[in-house]
């Protein structure tokens, strides 16, 4: 089974400030990986995927993830925040069994402060 | 290009009821994925259908039931509702429901159970 954990329910960064946000993932194979952003009263936007094809993923918004495998990491970063970068961010998993079924994370909120 | 069309946005029932949520993927896609959004759970995959059949199915009791349509719209009916049933219910529509192609949703329909 696949599960995913990201590290801190809050992160608070100031405006300008580096973000970063944590994705642990278990899965037995090579999963398909990617990160959504909910704003307020809204949907799920994709940011980013993660296709095998590199492992330094760039992404909507400035953001960028990069995939390690030894780690089995795929955390998000962002060099500058932007006030309207405050939303909550998930990171989830696909399996490559043939489904398109999504695992997420618990979500991360990021708070911008000015 | 359209994007997941969700109705209605808001809904307000009785315990006891049944209500049905209505899913537009965007034009081509053949996957429509259900899932369920709350506190405390986080997101919680509840079932895909990819033309007509369902795929996949999350852990959710029979209540919980859903449908495709030949022109790819599906609807999902929860019966004999439940306070628990409270949630913002999305929908997510992808090109080939499989491998890495990515789950696009909607804006979701936010139910509430009094």
């Known amino acids: 089974a696949q599960s995913v954990t990201q590290l801190g329910s809050h992160v608070s960064v100031s405006e300008g400030a580096l973000v970063l946000l944590r994705c642990n993932y278990s899965?037995?194979?090579?999963?398909?990986l990617f990160w959504y952003v909910q704003y307020p009263n809204q949907g799920l936007q994709l940011l980013l995927k993660y296709t095998s094809a590199a492992t330094l993923v760039k992404g909507i918004n400035g953001f960028e993830a990069e995939f390690k495998k030894s780690e089995t990491s795929f955390h998000l970063t962002k060099p500058s925040a932007h006030m309207s970068d405050a939303a909550e961010y998930f990171c989830a998993v696909m399996a490559n069994s043939g489904y398109s079924t999504l695992t997420f994370g618990k979500g991360t909120m990021l708070l911008v402060s000015p | 290009k359209a994007g997941v069309t969700q109705t209605p946005r808001y809904l307000i029932k009785t315990r006891g009821q049944q209500v049905t949520l209505s899913c537009s993927p965007i034009s081509g896609h053949r996957s429509v994925s259900w899932y369920q959004q709350t506190p405390g759970q986080g997101l919680q995959f509840l079932f895909e259908y990819f033309s007509e059949t369902q795929r996949n199915k999350g852990n959710f009791p029979g209540r919980f039931s859903g449908r495709q349509f030949s022109n790819s719209r599906s609807e999902m009916n929860v019966s004999t509702l439940e306070l628990g049933d409270s949630a913002l219910y999305l929908c997510?529509?992808?090109?080939?429901?499989?491998?890495?192609?990515?789950?696009?949703f909607g804006n979701g329909t936010r139910l509430t159970v009094t």
């Open positions: 997510a529509s992808s090109w080939r429901g499989k491998d890495n192609s990515p789950l696009h």
């Open positions: 899965s037995s194979v090579p999963p398909y």
